[in-house]
Nanobody, 118 residues
Framework: QVQLVESGGALVQAGGSLRLSCAAS????????MGWFRQAPEKEREFVAS???????AYVDSVKGRFSISRDKAKNTVDLQMNSLKPEDTAVYYC????????????WGQGTRVTVSS
């Protein structure tokens, strides 16, 4: 059974940092793209960052220069380092995997909540 389990969400002050982690189990995702999405209250889920099977990264414009995604293929994990957090980063953050493009993610985690206070 495939599972993606996120951790690291917390309440943090604006300007602070958090590191989210996602641990995958049930199969190897070394040949999958892995990424992070987020959903703020009363908003649609949006793409945040991804890292391809070859290590190419991509970010939504609003987090470029502040967030960094990384993965450990041996451990089947993907992390999201978030610096200079802003209140608008408040959301539930979800880990996801995709064999192809992100229009059709294959698996989702249950989410971890990040709250940034001003």
């Amino acid at each position: 059974q495939v599972q993606l389990v996120e951790s690291g969400g917390a309440l943090v002050q604006a300007g602070g940092s958090l590191r989210l982690s996602c641990a995958a189990s049930g199969r190897s995702f070394s040949n999958y793209n892995m990424g992070w999405f987020r959903q703020a209250p009363e908003k649609e889920r949006e793409f945040v960052a991804s890292i391809s099977r070859t290590g190419i990264t991509a970010y939504v414009d609003s987090v470029k220069g502040r967030f960094s995604i990384s993965r450990d293929k041996a451990k089947n994990t993907v992390d999201l380092q978030m610096n200079s957090l802003k209140p608008e980063d408040t959301a539930v953050y979800y880990c996801a995997t995709a064999w192809g493009n992100w229009a059709h993610p294959d698996y989702w985690g249950q989410g971890t909540r990040v709250t940034v206070s001003s």
